[in-house]
C-alpha cells in the first residue's frame, strides 16, 4: 500500500473509530493479531483493544481527537493528536470529575496489507491525571521542598559560622 493510502487508514481510524466512538471499525481496519504498545503496557487482539477504547469512550463520551501532524513513511504512519473531553465517567478507578481536559498523544502504526498490526502510543498520562486533580502540581511541592531546605542550610551555616 501506497503511504498516502496508509495515512488515508489514519484519519479514517481517527475521524470514524475515535472521534464517532465506533469501536467495531477496530475489526475492519486492524489485523486479527494487531498489537498495541501504550507505554509500559502492551495490548494483544482485538478484544482486549476494543475493551481498552471503550473505557475512554464511556469515562470521555464527548472525546474528540484532533490530528496535528501526520507523517508516513514505508509501512509506518506517525500521528500526533491533541485529545479533548469531559471526564464523566470511571477511568481506571478514578471517579468522574466533571473536568474538561486536554492532552496530547503520539502513536507510530505499522501498517501491512491495508490493515494496523502494530501501534505504539505515547500520551501525556501525567498531564491528564494533573488536570483530573488525581496528581498535585509537582512544581508547589518541589518548590516548598526546595525552600525548606535551604532555609535549613542556612540556619546551618549560621551556627556553623558563629
Given at each position: 500500500?501506497?503511504?498516502?493510502?496508509?495515512?488515508?487508514?489514519?484519519?479514517?481510524?481517527?475521524?470514524?473509530?475515535?472521534?464517532?466512538?465506533?469501536?467495531?471499525?477496530?475489526?475492519?481496519?486492524?489485523?486479527?493479531?494487531?498489537?498495541?504498545?501504550?507505554?509500559?503496557?502492551?495490548?494483544?487482539g482485538?478484544?482486549?483493544?476494543?475493551?481498552?477504547?471503550?473505557?475512554?469512550?464511556?469515562?470521555?463520551?464527548?472525546?474528540?481527537?484532533?490530528?496535528?501532524?501526520?507523517?508516513?513513511?514505508?509501512?509506518?504512519?506517525?500521528?500526533?493528536?491533541?485529545?479533548?473531553g469531559?471526564?464523566?465517567?470511571?477511568?481506571?478507578?478514578?471517579?468522574?470529575?466533571?473536568?474538561?481536559?486536554?492532552?496530547?498523544?503520539?502513536?507510530?502504526?505499522?501498517?501491512?496489507?491495508?490493515?494496523?498490526?502494530?501501534?505504539?502510543?505515547?500520551?501525556?498520562?501525567?498531564?491528564?491525571?494533573?488536570?483530573?486533580?488525581?496528581?498535585?502540581?509537582?512544581?508547589?511541592?518541589?518548590?516548598?521542598?526546595g525552600?525548606?531546605?535551604?532555609?535549613?542550610?542556612?540556619?546551618?551555616?549560621?551556627?556553623?559560622?558563629k
Amino acid at each position: 500500500m501506497s503511504t498516502e493510502h496508509n495515512k488515508a487508514l489514519v484519519d479514517r481510524i481517527t475521524e470514524e473509530g475515535l472521534n464517532q466512538h465506533i469501536p467495531a471499525l477496530v475489526d475492519e481496519l486492524c489485523a486479527p493479531d494487531f498489537v498495541f504498545h501504550n507505554g509500559s503496557r502492551t495490548i494483544q487482539g482485538l478484544p482486549v483493544y476494543k475493551r481498552y477504547i471503550a473505557q475512554f469512550f464511556r469515562a470521555f463520551p464527548d472525546i474528540q481527537f484532533t490530528t496535528e501532524d501526520l507523517i508516513a513513511e514505508g509501512d509506518t504512519v506517525a500521528v500526533r493528536r491533541t485529545f479533548r473531553g469531559t471526564h464523566k465517567g470511571s477511568l481506571m478507578g478514578i471517579p468522574p470529575t466533571g473536568k474538561q481536559v486536554t492532552t496530547t498523544v503520539m502513536t507510530f502504526n505499522r501498517i501491512a496489507n491495508g490493515k494496523f498490526v502494530e501501534g505504539w502510543n505515547n500520551a501525556d498520562d501525567l498531564g491528564l491525571l494533573r488536570q483530573l486533580g488525581v496528581i498535585p502540581a509537582l512544581f508547589g511541592f518541589v518548590f516548598l521542598t526546595g525552600l525548606a531546605t535551604g532555609i535549613s542550610l542556612i540556619v546551618l551555616l549560621r551556627k556553623v559560622l558563629k
